[in-house]
Antibody, heavy 123, light 110 residues
Framework: EVHLVESGGGLVQPGRSLRLACEAS????????MHWVRQAPEKGLEWVSG????????HYADSVKGRFTISRDNAKKSLSLQMISLRAEDTGLYYC????????????????WGQGTLVTVSS | QSVLTQPPSVSEAPRQRVSISCSGG????????VNWYQQFPGKAPRLLIY???QLPSGVSDRFSGSKSGTSASLAISGLQSEDEADYFC???????????FGGGTKLTVL
């Protein structure tokens, strides 16, 4: 069974940094692309970033480009999201998501989701 | 404002059929597959439909998907109270080079 466990969320002031992590188990991690998807309180889903199985292909949403950096360590079966210059609008639940394929897109969707880690950006 | 447009809410009686629309454009739905996600309150989303009309293992065949041009639809037949949830469509956008979601549709079973 696929397990994705996020960590690293918390309360942070605007302009500060935070690093999210995701530990994966139950599948061959380096066979799949991975993503971060966030959800602001009482709002919809927003894709943040995706990384291919090898890490060679990375894409970001325009809203985070230049501020967030996604990375993966296949040996440790882990995914990370380094976030700098955080803004109030970055507040939300951040999900670690497994893709159904090896590339960032287009694929047959996100077939496994973690429970999320909450990031709150506020002074 | 979401790139993909969904109605904020739909409602229908038990045992009836309901459809949820998802409208996009030439850079997303027209040439890329649409996936649908179901999310219950306080829970993580789950993949409901992939590649426009395919059901993942374990998903009830009461759910179906379709696509035509720049729009897609999710249909749920034989509505049950446990279908009450939020539903999101998603597709890859070639112009934005990113995944885009619809704003979500809240389904109420009357």
């Amino acid at each position: 069974e696929v397990h994705l466990v996020e960590s690293g969320g918390g309360l942070v002031q605007p302009g500060r940094s935070l690093r999210l992590a995701c530990e994966a188990s139950g599948f061959t991690f380096d066979d799949y692309a991975m993503h971060w998807v966030r959800q602001a309180p009482e709002k919809g889903l927003e894709w943040v970033s995706g990384i291919s199985w090898s890490g060679d292909t990375i894409h970001y949403a325009d809203s985070v480009k230049g501020r967030f950096t996604i990375s993966r360590d296949n040996a440790k079966k882990s995914l990370s999201l380094q976030m700098i210059s955080l803004r109030a609008e970055d507040t939300g639940l951040y999900y670690c998501v497994k893709d159904s394929g090896i590339t960032v897109a287009p694929t047959n969707g996100f077939d496994s989701w973690g429970q999320g880690t909450l990031v709150t950006v506020s002074s | 404002q979401s790139v993909l447009t969904q109605p904020p809410s739909v409602s229908e009686a038990p045992r009836q059929r309901v459809s949820i629309s998802c409208s996009g454009g030439s850079s997303n739905i027209a040439y890329n597959a649409v996936n649908w996600y179901q999310q219950f309150p306080g829970k993580a989303p789950r993949l409901l439909i992939y590649y426009d009309d395919q059901l993942p293992s374990g998903v009830s065949d009461r759910f179906s998907g379709s696509k035509s041009g720049t729009s897609a639809s999710l249909a749920i037949s034989g509505l049950q109270s446990e279908d009450e949830a939020d539903y999101f469509c998603a597709a890859w956008d070639d112009t934005l080079t990113g995944w885009v979601f619809g704003g979500g549709t809240k389904l109420t079973v009357l």
